[in-house]
């Protein structure tokens, strides 16, 4: 693999676009797909926010939070943030020009601001993928009536995740941040994707391996994940570098399997070639050494040139 080909896909990942890598072994050709971080809007700055702005940080949402008040919208209280709003908050929806690939969460601090903040976005030229307001049920269902009286589509209004999360029984912050996270990632695996010919499942994008074998000139391997059958780590698609030195960027599972796989990837670097190697987990030696997911996974190794 060329290196200059990472530092493609990464600059591309920078600008927002959608990148690609081919890969061809052995007759068959495979496709990774990256996707850009996708932008998590949470309108409102209050303790449930930074609790799901930490969370979703972690799962690789580009977060943008909004407050009207100075003392709640500032980078000291959302560290994990890339944007930090202190505004209007129908002025700065306007302003960021919600697009379809957004997630919205409205978590503001009371009803007057939930009703302000939805009936701006559903007024906007698009919807948000993901949009998602907290409240009671009783709360919701009367803002629902409400937003149907005034003649908002229906299909939009109905398209609100209200009360907002999965309902697993929260009560803490914490817990409810965690719920709405869990709607998040169970919205975004749901997205239609464009179909490719042997594209690899695993398409979101793993900053870590990218960014070491794009930004650092030493010698290393790429390991591609190109299929996973049974009760695997990981699925295919999934990535790491391995320097010189044996330390991994990344990863393809952990355990046994991942080590085995990074002491051949020390064989590959600097030899300008590729191995690709078959890491069985359901046999009792991969048992008896702790590889207790069961499966099967057929991994790419090949020498980063350039």
Not at 28 to 47: A, D, M, N, T, W
Not at 55 to 80: E, T
Not at 197 to 215: A, R
């Amino acid at each position: 693999m060329d290196r200059s080909a990472f530092k493609d896909i990464f600059h591309q990942l920078n600008n927002g676009e959608t990148a690609f890598l081919k890969v061809g072994h052995d007759g068959k050709e495979y496709i990774r797909r990256f996707v850009p971080g996708y932008r998590l809007i949470i309108l409102g700055c209050g303790h449930v926010s930074q609790a799901l702005c930490k969370i979703a940080s972690m799962l690789g949402f580009k977060i943008v939070a909004v407050d009207d008040r100075p003392s709640f919208a500032n980078h000291q209280r959302f560290p994990d943030a890339d944007t930090v709003i202190c505004g209007d908050f129908v002025t700065t929806i306007k302003d960021l020009n919600i697009r379809p690939a957004d997630y919205v969460c409205v978590v503001t601090r009371g009803h007057k601001w939930d009703r302000e903040c939805v009936e701006a976005i559903l007024s906007g030229e698009y919807m948000p993928f993901y949009f998602g307001m907290i409240g009671s049920r009783r709360r919701v269902t009367g803002l629902v009536d409400l937003l149907l009286e005034e003649g908002y589509p229906k299909d939009s209004v109905e398209a609100l995740h209200a009360p907002i999360g999965l309902d697993i029984g929260a009560i803490t912050v914490e817990e409810i941040a965690v719920s709405i996270c869990a709607e998040l990632i169970k919205c975004r695996r749901a997205e239609k994707q464009v179909e490719h010919t042997g594209e690899l499942v695993q398409t979101n994008t793993d900053i870590i391996p990218l960014q070491y074998v794009s930004q650092c000139a030493q010698p290393c391997a790429m390991l591609l994940v190109l299929d996973s059958t049974g009760s695997t780590p990981v699925k295919s698609g999934s990535m790491m570098a391995v320097s010189t030195d044996g330390r991994g960027y990344g990863t393809i599972g952990g355990g046994c399997g991942e080590a085995s796989a990074m002491t051949a990837a020390r064989s590959v670097i600097g030899t300008g070639g590729y191995k690709i190697i078959e890491l069985d987990m359901t046999n009792e030696v991969a048992a008896d050494s702790g590889m207790v997911c069961g499966g099967k996974m057929t991994v790419l190794i090949e020498d980063i040139i350039g």
